[in-house]
C-alpha cells in the first residue's frame, strides 16, 4: 500500500506546535478544486466589539445535549482538520470511526454532487439504482446469501434488527455488559451501560445482560426463550474491548443450539476499522443479523441491517419502513467509500500492527488493544480526559471512551507521516495531563 494519503506538502501554522504539516489540496491532481482554507477567523460585529463565538451561539441555539464543543471545525482534507481559528489538527477520531476515506474526500464529494444534481429523493414506494448497487455490493460482502435493510444511523439499523429478532416469536434478548448499541429507546434497551440507561428506564424488552467475553454467563443466559444474543465483535465505547479467540464461535454455536439469532453489532468495528470488511470475519462465524453505519458513506447519514439466511425473508411488505432509508445520494456516498475502502485493508493492517507496537512503548501506557485502525490504549493513570485535551491543544483529536483510557479510530488513509508527530509529542502531552 502506498503511503501517500493525505501527506505532508507544508509545515502547519500550529498553535501549540502539534499536529505536524497539512496538505493544502485535497487529493492531488483529480481533485475537484477543493481547497483545505485556513478558517473565517475571529468575528467581530459592526462596532467592532467580539462577536459570540459559534460554540456560544450553539450553546444558545441546541438543546445541550452534547456539552459545550472544544473546537469549531470550518473544512478537513484527509486525515486534518482546520477550526474557525485557522488552526490545523490531525484526525485520530474521524467523527468516532466515520471518515474512513478521510475528510472531504474527492470521490465521495463528487459522487454526491453527481447525485444530488440527478435524484435526490423518490421514497421507498420506488426503487432508486444506487440503493440496489448498494445493497448488492453489500450482500456480496457476506459469507452467506442475505439481504439489507437501509436505515439512517448506527440506532435504526439496530431497531431494524430488533424488530427483526421480534419476528422469531420470542421476546428475550441477551446482551452484554459495558456494550453501546445506540440512544433510541431499542437499542438503548440492548445497551449495558447504566450510565445511558438510567434515566429512561423502564426501557422496552426483556433483556439479560452478561460479561463481555465471558462464555459460561452466555451459557447460562441463553435458552430456548432467547429471541437473539446482540454483541460487538470489539467492544468500542467501553474502551476497544477484544474477547477472547473462541468467544464468537462459542456464541455461534449456543445461540444455534436453542434456536436464537446470532447479531453482530459492525456499527463502529466494520467496514475496514478492523483491516477486514467485517471484525468477525476472523473468527469464521457466520451470524443472522449484522448491523452496520459509520463508515459506510464516509459520514453522508446510513445505516444497514443486513440479515442472512431465513432472517433475511422475515420483514413483508409494510413490516418496517423509513422515509430517508436507501436515499440515493446516501447510497452514492457508500458506493464511493467502499470503493476505496476495499483497496485500503491492507494497509490498515500495516499500520495498524506498526502503530499499536510504537504505542506500546509509550510513557504512561500499559496495554494497547485492539485490531487494525481500532486501537484502545490503556493508561497507568484515570487522566484520560486531561490526555485528550492536552492533546487537543497540541493540534490531536482523539478521545476517552474510559476515564483510563485513550480510543484512536484515524481515517483508514492514514501514514506513518501523520502519525510520527503525534508519537513524537506523546511525552510531553502526557506530562501536560499528569502535572499537578
Ligand atoms: C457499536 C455501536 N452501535 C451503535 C451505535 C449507534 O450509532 P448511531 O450513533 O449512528 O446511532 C454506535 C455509535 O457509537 C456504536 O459504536
Known sequence: MSQDHGAPEREAPLAAGGAGSIPPVVGGSDAPGLVLGDGPGPVTDAAGEAAPSWAERLGRALMPAFGTPQRTFVSGSGCYLVDDQGRHHLDLLAGIAVVAVGHANPQVARAVAEQAQTLGHVSNF?????????????VALLPAPGRVFFANSGAEANEAALKLT???GRTKLVAALGS???RTLGALSVTGNAKYRAPFEPLPGEVEFVPYGDVPALERAVDQRTAAVVLEPIQGENGVVVPPPDYLPQARRLTAERGALLWLDEIQSGLGRCGAWFAHTASGVV?????????????FPIGA?????QTA?????????????????ACRAGLATLDQIGPLLPHVVTIGDWLRARLVAAPGVTAVRGRGLFIG??????????????ALEAGFILNAPRPDVIRLVPPLIITQADLEPLL???AEIWRRATEV
Open 287 to 299: 451470524p443472522d443479523l449484522i448491523t452496520l453505519a459509520k463508515a459506510l458513506a464516509n459520514g
Open 180 to 182: 453501546f448499541h445506540g
Open 424 to 426: 513524537a509529542q506523546w
Open 377 to 390: 490504549v490503556q493508561l497507568d493513570q484515570p487522566v484520560a480526559a486531561r490526555f485528550q485535551s492536552a
Open 126 to 138: 420506488f426503487a432508486t439504482v444506487p440503493e440496489v448497487e448498494l445493497a448488492e455490493r453489500l
Open 313 to 329: 425473508e422475515a420483514f413483508t411488505p409494510g413490516a418496517h419502513g423509513t422515509t430517508f432509508g436507501g436515499n440515493p445520494l
Open 166 to 168: 421480534r419476528l422469531t
Open 305 to 309: 441491517c443486513l440479515a442472512l439466511g
